[in-house]
């Protein structure tokens, strides 16, 4: 079984910032890309940002210049720093993390529980 495990959400004002983590662990071979992902009520799942092992990224419009997506290969953690947080911010914050469990197995999309980021005005 493989595991994603947030922390660090919760509530800033406007103007704020918040940075969230996400740990992969259990049978992991490789991890390649990592990224983040967002769902506000009402609204369907969208990609915020990701990156590859290499470090290429690639962001939503709605968050460049302002989120900034890191990671430690060494440990399997992605992060996400969020500065000046607006209130269309607020959201479900998703880890997603193509793994490959073993070295005859292909690459699979495993996700996070989600952790709230709620940004008020």
């Known amino acids: 079984q493989v595991q994603l495990v947030e922390s660090g959400g919760g509530l800033v004002q406007a103007g704020g910032s918040l940075r969230v983590s996400c740990a992969a662990s259990g049978r992991i071979f490789r991890v390649n890309d990592m990224g983040w992902y967002r769902q506000a009520q009402g609204e369907q799942r969208e990609l915020v940002a990701v990156?590859?092992?290499?470090?290429?990224?690639n962001y939503a419009d709605s968050v460049k210049g302002r989120f900034t997506i890191s990671r430690d290969n060494a440990k399997n953690t992605v992060y996400l720093q969020m500065n000046s947080l607006k209130p269309e911010d607020t959201a479900l914050y998703y880890c997603n993390a193509n793994v490959r469990r073993t070295a005859l197995s292909n690459f699979a999309p495993y996700w996070g529980q989600g952790t709230q980021v709620t940004v008020s005005s």
């Open positions: 990156i590859s092992t290499s470090g290429v990224t």
